[in-house]
Each structure stands twice: as structure tokens, then as C-alpha cells.
């Protein structure tokens, strides 16, 4: 972990003006911002934890627990809703064991869903790691996670 926040911190010259690009990539190569990350990036920058803590919690793209490789984002709101995304949380709640809101084990996935993804005519609409994904049904929601799990499958693979 401390190499990859050095990395990350001599990409910016340990300037401590670039504080909240450097949580960006922190949390970009660790799917979140682990303690020990924020203690590293605290004494490397030289800016208090309290600091860090109150940038961190500010951001709503910052999360302080552990996120999946796969962030799955399901709009709910209403032009979404009315075109059969409570079937579609279902499905996915069921492949993957998972609740809204929740993160597998495994921490391959995160799933969450939000009030409008700002593409409502595209509706129901599912962002997965910023791709966004439109006119979704039960079918193409399982060719998608279909597609997600062998990935997940081979990049666990090539860990082994
Ligand atoms: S309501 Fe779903 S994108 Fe706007």
C-alpha cells in the first residue's frame, strides 16, 4: 500500500494543494480510501487526518468502506421506475447476493441505486464503473452481469 500512495503522491509533486486529486486516484487504484491510505497520504502531504477526514466525507464520490472492482449504479427514479426497475433490482439482488446498498464478500461488487442518472428518455438507465447502460430489462441486465462475472472470474484467475 505505502508504494502506491508514494506513486501516487510524487505524480502531484507532494503537493498538498492537490489533495482531492490525490483521493481521487487513491480511491481509482483501492476502490475506496482504506485508514492506512488516508495515515500515508496525511504524513506524505503533510496535511492533518481531520483534514483529510473532512475532505473525504464531503465528496460523495469518496467512500471510507470498501467498494467492489464492479460499481453498479441503477437509477430509480421515477421515469425509471415506471418501465420495470423494481423487477430489475430483484434480479440483480438474486445474481448476486447482494442487497441494495450492499457489497459482495468478495468485493467484486457494490450495488446502489440512485434517484436520476440525468438520462431519463433512456430509461430504466445502469451506470456500471461510469458506462453508462440504457432502455434496460431483465435480459440485457443478465448479459451485462453475465459479462461482468467472467471478467470477475478471469481477473481472479490471473491472481492465482
Ligand atoms: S429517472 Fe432515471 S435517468 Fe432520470
Do not use: W
Not at 498538498?16 to 483501492?30: N, R
Not at 457489497?103 to 461510469?130: I, Q
Request: aromatic letters at 8%.
Amino acid at each position: 500500500m505505502e508504494k502506491t500512495i508514494r506513486t501516487i503522491i510524487d505524480r502531484y509533486d507532494g503537493d498538498k494543494g492537490f489533495l482531492v486529486p490525490v483521493l481521487q486516484d487513491v480511491q481509482k487504484e483501492l476502490n475506496y480510501l482504506p485508514r492506512e491510505a488516508l495515515d500515508l497520504v496525511s504524513s506524505y502531504l503533510d496535511v492533518s487526518l481531520s483534514r483529510i477526514f473532512e475532505v473525504a466525507t464531503f465528496y460523495k464520490a469518496f467512500s471510507l468502506t470498501p467498494r467492489g472492482r464492479f460499481q453498479i449504479n441503477l437509477c430509480k427514479g421515477t421515469a425509471c421506475h415506471v418501465r420495470g426497475v423494481p423487477l430489475i433490482i430483484d434480479h440483480i439482488e438474486r445474481e448476486l447476493h447482494i442487497k441494495e446498498g450492499e457489497t459482495s464478500e468478495d468485493l467484486e461488487y457494490t450495488f446502489e441505486t440512485v434517484n436520476c442518472l440525468g438520462a431519463c428518455a433512456l430509461g430504466p438507465v445502469m451506470v456500471v464503473n461510469e458506462e453508462y447502460h440504457g432502455q434496460m430489462t431483465i435480459a440485457k441486465t443478465s448479459r451485462l452481469l453475465k459479462k461482468l462475472s467472467k471478467e470477475s472470474q478471469k481477473s481472479k484467475e490471473g491472481k492465482s
